[in-house]
C-alpha cells in the first residue's frame, strides 16, 4: 500500500512539474550582440523572466542580420520581439513584420520623437554628433567642434574620421550635410557635393568598424570623429579623454527601437516585455551600461550619467529626426554612390 502511494505521488509531482513547464512560455527576442546581449542577459532579462513566468531566448545579430532573419522566416517567425535600429525598423514595419503596439505601452510617460509609429517604439536615443579627443583639442588650444560646417575646416585634415554610409552615422552626416547646403533627404546632392569636395580631403579613412574606430583615437591617428554618444561613453570610460559634443544645427537621433513580431505565439509576452523595456529603472540600467538616452521621460540619472547622454526635454528636443521613409527607398543607390564620388 506504501509503495502504492509513493508511486502515486511520484507521479503527482511528475505530472505538476510538466503543466509547470507547459504554463511557462518561451518569448524568443532578436537584439543586438555584443555588450547588448551581455546587458541583456544579466541586468534585463532575468527580473523579467522571474515577473513574468517567461523563459527568454535571446537571438543576436546586428539590425541588418534580424531584419534579413524576419524576411527569410515570413510567415513562420521564430522571433516574437525584434529590437533594431530605428532605420531598419521603419523597414521592418513597411514589410508588414511589426504587430500592433497595445495602448499601454507607449504612454505619455514616452517622448514623441520616440514614438516610431502605431507599431514600433523607440526604447533608447544616442545622438550622432562629434566625438573628439579632448587632451588634444586643448593642447591645439582649439574648441569644440560646433557646427556640421567644421568637417570642412583644413585644421582637422587627416585626422577626422567619418563613417561610411553603410553605417548609420555616415548616413547621418551626408544628410545634415545635404540640408546645410540647400538639400535634404529629397535632393541628397548637395550632400554628395560637400562630401566629396570639401570633407573627403580631411578624412584618414572611412571607418566602419567601432572598435577600429575606437583603436584609431587611441593610437593618436586620429583627434575627431563623427560618432555616437554611446560609443563616446564607452570609449571614455576607458579612460581614453572622449567627449561629445552636439553641433548647434543638432545632432542627429539614432533610436534603438522594439517591436512586436506579426503571428507570435506570446503576443501577451512581446507587448509586456516591450512595455518593461519602456519602464525608468530599467531605462537607467540601459542609460549606464550601454550610454542610450531614456526615452521614459521619468527616468532619472546622475548627473555625471545624465550630462555625457542626449538626457531631458532640453536635449531631446534639439535632437533632429531624418526621414526614414525616403532614405531606406535610396539607401542602394546611395551606397554605390557613395563608392564612386566620395571613397574614391
Known amino acids: 500500500m506504501k509503495k502504492h502511494l509513493a508511486m502515486l505521488a511520484a507521479a503527482s509531482s511528475l505530472f505538476a512539474a510538466v503543466g509547470a513547464q507547459a504554463q511557462t512560455k518561451t518569448l524568443t527576442v532578436g537584439g543586438y550582440g555584443g555588450s547588448f546581449e551581455t ?83 523607440g526604447i533608447g536615443f544616442v545622438a550622432t554628433g562629434f566625438t573628439y579627443n579632448a587632451d588634444w583639442f586643448k593642447e591645439k588650444g582649439w574648441e569644440p567642434p560646433q ?29 545634415m550635410m545635404a540640408r546645410l547646403n540647400g538639400g535634404g533627404e529629397k535632393d541628397i546632392d548637395p550632400g554628395f557635393k560637400a562630401m ?45 579623454p572622449a567627449k561629445f559634443a ?9 533610436m534603438i527601437a522594439a517591436c512586436p513580431v506579426v503571428d507570435s505565439d506570446a503576443p501577451e509576452a512581446a507587448q509586456q516585455f516591450i512595455k518593461y523595456l519602456l519602464d525608468p529603472a530599467v531605462q537607467a540600467k540601459v542609460a549606464d551600461a550601454m550610454g542610450s538616452g531614456p526615452v521614459n521621460k521619468k527616468t532619472e540619472l546622475p548627473d555625471d550619467l545624465a550630462a555625457s547622454l542626449p538626457y531631458g526635454p532640453e536635449k531631446i528636443s534639439k535632437l533632429v529626426k531624418v526621414d526614414w521613409d525616403v532614405i531606406n527607398q535610396h539607401r542602394e543607390e546611395w551606397t554605390q554612390r557613395w563608392a564612386r564620388e566620395v571613397e574614391r
Open 39 to 121: 546587458l541583456m542577459k544579466e541586468l534585463v532579462i532575468p527580473e523579467f523572466e522571474k515577473t513574468h513566468d517567461v523563459k527568454i531566448q535571446f537571438v543576436s545579430g546586428n539590425s541588418t542580420e534580424n531584419l534579413a532573419r524576419l524576411q527569410a522566416q515570413k510567415g513562420n517567425q521564430e522571433l516574437d520581439v525584434v529590437i533594431l535600429d530605428d532605420g531598419p525598423m521603419y523597414q521592418a514595419d513597411a514589410l508588414g513584420f511589426c504587430a500592433p503596439l497595445d495602448k499601454d505601452v507607449a504612454t505619455d510617460d514616452i517622448y514623441d520623437l520616440a514614438k516610431i509609429g502605431p507599431d514600433s517604439v
Open 147 to 175: 557646427s556640421w560646417k567644421d568637417l570642412e575646416d583644413p585644421k582637422y585634415s587627416q585626422i577626422l574620421s567619418i563613417p561610411p554610409i553603410s553605417n548609420t552615422y555616415g548616413l547621418h552626416a551626408l544628410v
Open 196 to 240: 566629396a569636395d570639401d570633407v573627403a580631403p580631411n578624412v584618414l579613412v572611412f571607418e566602419p568598424s567601432s572598435g577600429k574606430m575606437s583603436e584609431l583615437f587611441q593610437s593618436k591617428e586620429i583627434a575627431l570623429s563623427i560618432w555616437g554618444s554611446g560609443r563616446t561613453k564607452s570609449l571614455a570610460d576607458t579612460g581614453f
Open 246 to 254: 552636439y553641433p548647434k544645427e543638432g545632432a542627429v537621433a539614432l
